[in-house]
Nanobody, 129 residues
Framework: QVQLVESGGGLVQAGGSLRLSCAAS????????MGWFRQAPGKEREFVAA???????????DYADSVKGRFTTSRDNGKNTLYLQMNSLKPEDTAVYYC???????????????????WGQGTQVTVNS
């Protein structure tokens, strides 16, 4: 059983920054594709970013168009932790942010919620205008 715990959410002014963390336990996630999703009130959960294992020591990051150039995802395998650095935050970024892991997955369907097996409980990010 894999457990994912997000942290780092909070209240920030537009233009500000936050760094989310997702600590994994129960499994080493270095070979997994890990993703960030978010869900705003009344909306479906949407893809934000993915950090994909290529089968080598290289990881590739992918982003939704809405966050490209503002958000950066990275991981620290020594800490079994995934990060999301969010800069230039906008009010429309307000949502609950979730991390998830797709076990041993290296495919191209990383933006699909159904690809991910384990999810964290989420952390609230609120951006005031």
């Amino acid at each position: 059983q894999v457990q994912l715990v997000e942290s780092g959410g909070g209240l920030v002014q537009a233009g500000g920054s936050l760094r989310l963390s997702c600590a994994a336990s129960g499994r080493t996630v270095s070979r997994d594709t890990m993703g960030w999703f978010r869900q705003a009130p009344g909306k479906e959960r949407e893809f934000v970013a993915a950090n994909r294992w290529t089968g080598t020591s290289v990881y590739v990051a992918d982003y939704a168009d809405s966050v490209k150039g503002r958000f950066t995802t990275s991981r620290d395998n020594g800490k079994n932790t995934l990060y999301l650095q969010m800069n230039s935050l906008k009010p429309e970024d307000t949502a609950v942010y979730y991390c998830a892991t797709a076990l041993d997955y290296r495919g191209s369907d990383y933006y699909s919620r159904s690809r991910y097996t384990y999810w964290g409980q989420g952390t609230q990010v609120t951006v005031n205008s």
